[in-house]
């Protein structure tokens, strides 16, 4: 059995004859080497994020195939340069993004604003239960309030889950009284985030 | 490392269902235009479903010959493949095409402008 390098080099020699079947080649062979690479070179980096570095390096060089200089590397060192690059990439964001949740305080707004892409309801989710570990108690009180807090930092929008969370649902005066509590979780959230 | 070839495979599969170069950017026009799924359709495994997902789309002028090597590939009946292949691609260019209001505003602001043009 060839070594990985020369399969992957047989295999871009395929994509660019034209192959329709060599995409998934190159997905199965490198997908978990490149993953690999990542986790071994970029220190801190998760196996979520380097298998997703991975994906995005394999991906990117299909879509231009043209950026790969088989004459400078082998498409083996191309794709864990790309994938590594961008595991450090996603790293420092990560932890750039947790050294402002801790150190300089946090918005309410900025977790309820875009709760549509999938891509941000994960970070939202990640910043959601951040906050909650670190000032939930703070922020709500009581249970009640706790369920609405979650709900708050998960972007909901809708007045019903609220009057549920509150054990209001159906209740005439339901919308008031959730924004009644809404508003009293957000004002002790400005009060910690001017704190920090 | 944990990530088995099939587990990568499915992750991958959904990934390209984002890029156009890709079978797979044509499941979703296909799922939402006849409500059920391709493995279905295709009696096919969901492993060779998410196969078919990382192949890159057939070329009009080579269809025969690309469809081979696909269904090859990944497990599937040649026949089959094919005509769940022209579907997609056919509800994908429909579901790009503009609205048919807008088509008609076309047609109508064309219609007017010749009236015009006889008036004058």
Redesign the interface.
């Known amino acids: 059995m060839a070594a990985l390098g020369e399969r992957l080099n047989e295999i871009h020699a395929r994509i660019l004859a034209?192959?329709?079947?060599?995409?998934?080649?190159l997905?199965?062979e490198a997908?978990?080497p490149v993953?690999?690479h990542v986790?071994q070179k970029v220190p801190g980096v998760t196996?979520d994020e380097a298998?997703d570095c991975a994906?995005?390096a394999?991906?990117g060089h299909?879509?231009n195939t043209q950026i790969f200089d088989q004459t400078k590397s082998s498409l083996w060192t191309y794709l864990c340069m790309v994938a590594a690059a961008d595991g450090r990439d996603a790293v420092d964001n990560r932890r750039n993004r947790d050294r402002l949740m801790e150190k300089d305080g946090f918005n309410i707004e900025l977790w309820g604003s875009h709760p549509n892409k999938q891509q941000e309801d994960i970070e939202n989710r990640r910043d959601a239960e951040k906050i909650m570990r670190l000032h939930g108690d703070t922020i709500a009180t009581t249970d009640a309030e706790r369920r609405v807090l979650a709900l708050m930092l998960e972007g909901e929008r809708e007045v019903a889950p609220y009057a549920t969370a509150l054990g209001l649902e159906g209740a005439a005066n339901a919308a008031a009284e959730v924004k009644k509590v809404k508003d009293r979780i957000s004002l002790r959230m400005k009060k910690v985030g001017d704190e920090l | 490392m944990s990530f088995e070839p099939k587990t990568s495979l499915s992750r991958a599969a959904e990934r390209v269902r984002r890029s156009p170069l890709f079978v797979g950017s044509l499941f979703d026009a296909w799922e939402g235009a006849f409500g059920t799924g391709i493995a279905g359709a295709l009696e096919a495994s969901p492993e060779s479903v998410d196969a078919l997902a990382l192949c890159i789309r057939p070329r009009d002028d080579r269809w025969a010959e690309d469809i081979a090597e696909i269904a090859g590939a990944c497990s599937l009946d040649e026949v089959r493949l094919a005509a769940f292949l022209r579907q997609a691609l056919a509800v994908a260019l429909l579901r790009t095409a503009a609205p048919v209001d807008e088509a008609l505003d076309g047609r109508l602001l064309a219609a007017r402008d010749r009236d015009e043009d006889d008036k004058q």
Do not use: P, Q, V
């Open positions: 034209g192959s329709r079947t060599a995409s998934l080649d997905f199965a997908a978990a993953t690999g986790m196996e298998h994906l995005n394999i991906m299909l879509e």
